[in-house]
């Protein structure tokens, strides 16, 4: 008798304990990929392979298939590039080799055409080539931000999508060695798991965790296909939008573009901690994360009649970039779009701070030349050598403060 009121009793408690809600676990996500246990999930490391065992779970959880070539994973090994101009190799063994698993999974809708969301989930360990720490004390890069957060919002849609939109399926991909060259999109492109001649379009997420007082967000690939203007509008009732028609740029979303996929990939902003070890998990904006993750998924239903969607060119922005040889260390606003070039943030011990320009300046002239946009300036800094001195005039609230630039 008392085994039996045992489990009469058991099974009360079960019943009675709350279901996980799928759609509501962006912080939690977050907290773990960029904790320190993890130390920095660099592409071929234990921490990298913790946070795909994770990641895999919770494709597991909600429900979606494996589609990887080794279930939830693709791996894919390369060796690392010397030189920087040449292409890295895929597929070799040996010494200095580096293995990385792309995660993926899949909502089967039964549907003809395939719509891919994705996300990388790699960082820079405890920092290495791509860091711009300047302390000797060795410290983890957790990425929070950098990319946690797209990896956060990726699984929320995942939840969103079960059982709605039914008229495309849904490859959900996190990447590896994205900060090493966009190395495991790359592979995918060309290792594809699924026919990518049907695939629709692909949604990008990278660095979308610290949304800013002003709401804004930068989309780029608007111009990949001739619709996504019109439903990026309609659906807008909380963002200031940045609208970028490149379907070119530094993340996953370039490798599909130039495979002649549709792409958008979504982008909050640069700012202080950008590969640094403060962009932790507490600095995140979580209610932004989930305005984002609602946004998206009202493009993804917008979208969920229109079949495969026409693939457009664009002009390649990153073709015309002039190359420069000195920097001011400072981080652009790159979500600014006012006259001229916003600082969002200033390097330390370098010509913008040794000058006493501040974040939150915006540079107007630099040289001879004006600055009206990123381009512009960009223009205005290929011309000088390590050495030089010139001018740099910036606005400084209502006032124009001119300040002397060594480089």
Wanted: net charge negative; hydrophobic share 35%; glycine share 10%.
């Amino acid at each position: 008798m008392r085994n039996i009121l045992f489990l009469i009793f058991l099974c009360i408690a079960i019943s009675c304990q709350k279901e996980i809600n799928q759609e509501n676990r962006i912080k939690e996500d977050v907290t773990y990929l960029a904790s320190d246990e993890l130390e920095g999930r660099q592409t071929g490391t234990e921490g990298e392979k913790k946070a795909a065992d994770y990641i895999s779970k919770r494709f597991q959880e909600l429900g979606l298939s494996k589609k990887g070539t080794k279930g939830f994973l693709q791996p894919f090994t390369f060796k690392p590039k010397t030189n920087p101009h040449d292409e890295v190799k895929f597929d070799v063994n040996g010494d200095g080799t580096i293995t990385g698993n792309n995660i993926l999974g899949f909502l089967d809708n039964n549907a003809e055409n395939t719509v891919i969301i994705g996300a990388h989930y790699d960082h820079l360990g405890f920092g290495g080539e791509g860091s711009l720490y300047r302390d000797s004390i060795k410290a983890v890069h957790n990425g929070a931000d950098d990319n946690a957060s797209g990896v956060a919002i990726m699984l929320n849609l995942a939840a969103k999508l079960k059982s709605q939109n039914t008229n495309n399926n849904y490859l959900f991909m996190a990447f590896s060695g994205e900060e090493m060259g966009l190395l495991g999109s790359n592979y995918f492109v060309k290792n594809p798991s699924i026919d990518t001649k049907k695939v629709s379009y692909m949604i990008n997420m990278d660095m979308v965790g610290r949304m800013k007082k002003d709401s804004s967000l930068a989309v780029y690939g608007t111009g990949t296909s001739p619709i996504f203007k019109q439903v990026l509008k309609s659906h807008n009732d909380n963002f200031k939008l940045i609208q970028q028609e490149s379907g070119v740029g530094p993340s996953d979303h370039t490798s599909f573009y130039l495979a002649d996929i549709p792409v958008l990939h979504f982008f909050t902003g640069q700012h202080e901690d950008y590969h640094k070890p403060g962009d932790d998990s507490e600095k995140l904006n979580y209610d932004g994360m989930y305005l984002i993750s609602d946004y998206i998924f009202d493009i993804i239903s917008d979208l969920d009649n229109n079949g495969k969607l026409a693939f457009r060119k664009t002009k390649n922005e990153s073709e015309s970039t002039p190359r420069f040889k000195v920097g001011l260390g400072v981080i652009p606003d790159y979500l600014f779009d006012g006259v001229g070039m916003r600082i969002d943030g200033i390097s330390e011990d370098k010509p913008a701070q040794k000058a006493g320009l501040q974040k939150g300046d915006i540079v107007i002239q630099l040289g001879d030349s004006t600055v009206t946009n990123m381009m512009s300036y960009m223009r205005a800094l290929s011309v000088f050598e390590k050495g030089n001195t010139t001018k740099v005039v910036v606005k400084r609230g209502d006032a124009e403060v001119e300040k002397v630039i060594n480089f």
